[in-house]
């Protein structure tokens, strides 16, 4: 063939050969790894403070117990409202010249996964009482006490963050127990912690291996679920941190809502406000604010319903139950929930 006596006939098709090649093995999937792992738009770079927070987090050694990846098996799914992908790491960069990219993805979980922890705990009051010591908010946690975050003042200062500890756990503390910068950016930076929706139109990963086969409903009956849902399991997800199991909450950090005239309060219009916009009607007795949490973990009515009826009914009070038909009256009500200020 004449091409093989031609040398610069060869030259040029084995080069344009290579650099079609080039560009389809490793040029164009380039540009298509980075446009997947690019941060999600709707992802926001840590601020200074939660910068410093993260720098705690690996110092104080979190990552031991704790992960920050939601795998795609079903066993995963309560960790996130969906599985990690590429791009929720994408705004993680070198620590600095000499240290290497912390990823803090994690291995062991002997605590839950921390993906999505801002949404699912906002409180900054219960994640310091946490910090302090994990006993005081979660009776049975292993979590160790990180009590060297805080420190004892004899009076507090004006801006000074002063923690309500029950007595049980203040360990003969005469004076105030004040948390410290390296406290507050920590916590600042779990607050940060959520996993960010998809761009419109990106498709969503799945959870892999469901437990079971989802039961069809046959057409025309209604679904048992809407009307009996466990309420009981509903405030120990929601509420329980918080308010604790016996409902009876801190003392000085969350109130007790065995006898509350709002939890007995015939009328649930207040109740179900206080679930989707939060409440600080009690600061001035010491309690802390009530994040949104109806709002944030995204609670319907019909999971609103089962968890008043089990507060009205629990620990001693004996209030009337209410209906779905006027929560969902008053859940529409409240249409724009504000979401309350950290
Ligand atoms: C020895 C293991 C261990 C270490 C180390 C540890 N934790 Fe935990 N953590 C746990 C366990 C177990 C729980 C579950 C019980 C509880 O809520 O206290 C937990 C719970 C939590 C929760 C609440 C999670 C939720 O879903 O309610 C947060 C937030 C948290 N840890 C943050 C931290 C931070 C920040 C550090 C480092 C300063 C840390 N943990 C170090 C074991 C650990
Ligand atoms: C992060 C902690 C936290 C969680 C979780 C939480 N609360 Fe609260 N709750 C508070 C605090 C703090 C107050 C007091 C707020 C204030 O007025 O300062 C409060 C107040 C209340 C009150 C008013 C009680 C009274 O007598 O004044 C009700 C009712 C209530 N919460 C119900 C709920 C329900 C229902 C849930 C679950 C869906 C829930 N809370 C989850 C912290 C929490």
Request: some cysteine; proline content about 7%.
């Given at each position: 063939?004449?091409i093989?006596?031609?040398?610069?006939?060869?030259?040029?098709?084995?080069?344009?050969?290579?650099?079609?090649?080039?560009?389809?093995?490793?040029?164009?999937?380039?540009?298509?790894?980075?446009?997947?792992?690019?941060?999600?738009?709707?992802?926001?770079?840590?601020?200074?403070?939660?910068?410093?927070?993260?720098?705690?987090?690996?110092?104080?050694g979190?990552?031991?117990?704790?992960?920050?990846?939601?795998r795609?098996?079903?066993?995963?799914?309560?960790?996130?409202?969906?599985?990690s992908?590429?791009?929720d790491?994408?705004?993680?960069?070198?620590?600095?010249?000499?240290?290497?990219?912390a990823?803090?993805?994690?291995?062991?979980?002997?605590?839950?996964?921390?993906?999505?922890?801002?949404?699912?705990?906002?409180?900054?009051?219960?994640?310091l009482?946490h910090?302090?010591?994990?006993?005081?908010?979660?009776?049975?946690?292993?979590?160790?006490?990180?009590?060297?975050?805080?420190?004892?003042?004899?009076?507090a200062?004006?801006?000074?963050?002063?923690l309500?500890?029950?007595?049980?756990?203040?360990?003969?503390?005469?004076?105030?127990?004040v948390?410290?910068?390296?406290?507050?950016?920590?916590?600042?930076?779990?607050?940060?912690?959520?996993?960010?929706?998809?761009?419109?139109?990106?498709?969503?990963?799945?959870?892999?291996y469901?437990?079971?086969?989802?039961k069809e409903?046959?057409a025309?009956?209604?679904s048992q679920l809407?009307?009996?849902?466990?309420?009981?399991?509903l405030?120990?997800?929601?509420?329980?941190s918080?308010h604790?199991?016996?409902?009876?909450?801190?003392?000085?950090?969350?109130?007790?809502?065995?006898?509350?005239?709002?939890v007995?309060?015939?009328?649930?219009?207040?109740?179900?406000?206080?679930?989707m916009?939060?409440?600080?009607?009690?600061?001035?007795?010491?309690?802390g604010?009530?994040?949104?949490?109806?709002?944030?973990?995204?609670?319907?009515?019909?999971?609103?319903?089962?968890?008043?009826?089990?507060?009205?009914?629990?620990w001693?009070n004996?209030s009337?139950?209410?209906?779905?038909?006027?929560?969902?009256?008053?859940?529409?009500?409240i249409?724009?929930?504000?979401?309350?200020?950290?």
């Amino acid at each position: 063939m004449e091409i093989y006596n031609n040398h610069k006939r060869l030259f040029v098709a084995a080069l344009a050969l290579f650099l079609a090649l080039t560009m389809f093995a490793a040029i164009l999937p380039g540009f298509n790894i980075q446009n997947d792992n690019a941060p999600l738009p709707k992802s926001k770079p840590l601020s200074t403070e939660e910068m410093q927070g993260k720098a705690i987090f690996i110092s104080e050694g979190c990552i031991a117990c704790h992960t920050q990846q939601v795998r795609n098996v079903e066993m995963d799914k309560m960790w996130g409202s969906r599985p990690s992908i590429a791009a929720d790491y994408a705004r993680l960069t070198r620590t600095d010249v000499w240290r290497n990219t912390a990823s803090l993805m994690g291995s062991e979980r002997t605590g839950p996964d921390l993906t999505s922890i801002g949404s699912r705990q906002p409180s900054k009051d219960w994640h310091l009482l946490h910090l302090y010591n994990p006993r005081s908010v979660v009776s049975q946690s292993i979590m160790p006490s990180y009590q060297w975050l805080f420190e004892e003042k004899e009076y507090a200062y004006p801006g000074d963050v002063v923690l309500n500890v029950p007595d049980e756990f203040r360990k003969g503390v005469q004076g105030k127990i004040v948390a410290s910068q390296d406290a507050l950016h920590l916590v600042a930076y779990l607050q940060s912690l959520k996993q960010t929706d998809l761009p419109d139109g990106k498709p969503v990963p799945i959870f892999l291996y469901p437990k079971g086969p989802v039961k069809e409903e046959p057409a025309g009956t209604t679904s048992q679920l809407n009307t009996e849902l466990d309420g009981a399991a509903l405030y120990a997800v929601n509420c329980q941190s918080c308010h604790q199991a016996n409902g009876e909450g801190l003392k000085g950090a969350f109130p007790s809502l065995k006898g509350s005239p709002v939890v007995l309060d015939k009328d649930p219009k207040v109740q179900v406000t206080i679930i989707m916009e939060g409440y600080n009607g009690r600061v001035s007795e010491g309690y802390g604010l009530m994040p949104p949490i109806g709002t944030t973990n995204n609670l319907k009515p019909e999971e609103i319903v089962a968890i008043i009826n089990h507060e009205r009914s629990s620990w001693g009070n004996n209030s009337r139950k209410v209906s779905i038909t006027e929560i969902k009256e008053l859940f529409n009500q409240i249409k724009t929930p504000v979401i309350a200020k950290k």
